[in-house]
């Protein structure tokens, strides 16, 4: 049996609002380019390409900066324009991120180069230009993305409401359990045998 003593310890300092969570990444979006990509912002300290236990990207990231002003120079332009990875015209979205651990992302060297991922890759990261088509569909995904978020919030206030009604008649019906449990006890000792 190991030792408890024996565990690798990993320490990260805090970012402190230099971080941010990325998402609608394009499918062949590395760790390389998504730092490459937001360094027009500023120094970045690491980015990463979250993947599923199969290393396949879930489409979310982590950019992590070296200070604040960068990262929320990224916030407020990605809010304002449309910033694009790849040759599609869909953009990123980018948040404040919330602090949890991940590992080592998607590195440049494990994806499939395929056709479709040299396709993906033929124009460098950009601002897409106002009045270009690549805009005009920007504009429609970040919309659709808008609406995505504003329904998942109601989605979750509709699940928090469920479930705060459902802990409600659990408690009272459990109440009502007890309390019927009580009175057989009682009945049942009082020589009226068992219900």
């Not at 990224?74 to 602090?99: K, Y």
Request: glycine share 6%; proline share 6%.
């Amino acid at each position: 049996m190991p030792s408890p003593y024996n565990q690798q310890l990993r320490v990260r300092f805090a970012t402190q609002g230099a971080a941010l969570t990325v998402k609608n990444l394009p499918q062949f979006i590395s760790n390389e380019l998504l730092e490459e990509a937001f360094s027009i912002f500023g120094q970045v300290e690491r980015a990463i390409v979250i993947v599923d236990d199969r290393g396949r990207p879930t489409g979310k990231g982590i950019v992590e900066f070296t200070s604040k002003a960068p990262a929320r120079k990224a916030l407020d332009r990605c809010a304002e324009g449309a910033f694009l990875l790849t040759a599609s015209p869909r953009p990123i979205t980018v948040e404040p991120m919330e602090q949890f651990d991940e590992d080592e992302g998607l590195p440049e060297k494990i994806i499939n180069k395929n056709q479709q991922f040299h396709k993906s890759r033929e124009q460098p990261p950009r601002f897409a230009q106002p009045g270009s088509f690549e805009y005009d569909f920007a504009l429609r995904w970040k919309a659709l993305l808008d609406m995505e978020k504003q329904q998942q919030s109601q989605v979750d206030r509709n699940i928090r409401e469920a479930r705060e009604k459902l802990e409600a008649e659990m408690t009272g019906a459990q109440h009502e359990h007890q309390v019927m449990l009580m009175r057989q006890g009682e009945y049942a000792r009082r020589g009226g045998g068992i219900i």
